[in-house]
Structure formats: C-alpha cells, structure tokens
C-alpha cells in the first residue's frame, strides 16, 4: 500500500501540500527544519503558507511518513521515516553535526532499559559536546 492509499485508509487525502513537503524531504540531503522546507516549498508555490507546512508536517508524522529530532539549538528538524534511523553527535563549540548509526548507541539504550525501564528513542535527541577538532 502506498502513502496515499494509505492515507485514504485513515480519512485523510494526499494532498498536494503533503507532496510537496515529501517531496522536499525526498531531496534533503539531511534533516531539515519546517522554515527550509516552507521556503522550498513557497520558491514554486508561493500560495501555500508555512503554516500549512508545518500541520502537513504533524499529519504525516501522526501517520509514520516523517519523524523529527532535535538537536542542540532546540530547532525541530524533520526527515522523511524510510531513511535509516540514526543518532546524532552535535559540537557545542563549532556547531558541527555527525550522524552515527544506532549500532552505536543501542548499548546505551539497553542498559537504560534494563537499569531504569526506560526507553530511549535515541534517535529523537542529540549527544552533545566536542568534536575531535575543538576537543584537540
């Protein structure tokens, strides 16, 4: 089943906003904040107001198609949900992000399960510190 028929299934249609905004998350090369994709959006279709960007943003997240995180400057950046989940690294210094598989940080989510019986949904947040430049 596809996304719009998929939306059809929950009484929503897919609507040429929510192209757009796929789309948009299609093409970016990382995640990308709602103002990114408005303005990409708003280059071609002048008409459609952010404000629209960022309710087909909750929608398709309520329906599994984005996912969003936030990282050190609290700005909520989305990306589409079929690319790989990963975590991210991000230096308080320069501001430089890295992505890092979850391979990486699933040690970390399991020991939080079993000392605390919390889940961590690692991929939601950001690891903040140094990177190896401004560490040296």
Not at 45 to 72: C, F, K
Not at 88 to 112: F, N, T, W, Y
Request: positive net charge; proline residues 4%; contains cysteine.
């Amino acid at each position: 089943m596809g996304i719009a028929d998929d939306m059809r299934a929950n009484g929503m249609r897919m609507t040429v906003q929510r192209r757009l905004v796929l789309d948009v998350l299609r093409r970016a090369r990382h995640h990308t904040t709602a103002e990114d994709i408005s303005r990409s959006i708003r280059a071609s279709h002048p008409q459609i107001d952010p404000s629209t960007v960022y309710r087909n943003l909750e929608a398709l997240e309520r329906l599994g198609y984005v996912t969003h995180t936030h990282l050190d400057d609290r700005v909520t950046r989305w990306r589409r949900s079929d690319s790989p989940q990963h975590g991210h690294l991000v230096c308080r210094k320069c501001g430089s992000e890295e992505d890092i598989p979850m391979q990486i940080l699933e040690p970390l989510a399991k020991r939080l399960r079993g000392e605390h019986g919390f889940r961590a949904d690692l991929a939601h947040s950001a690891v903040v510190g140094l990177c190896r430049e401004c560490a040296s």
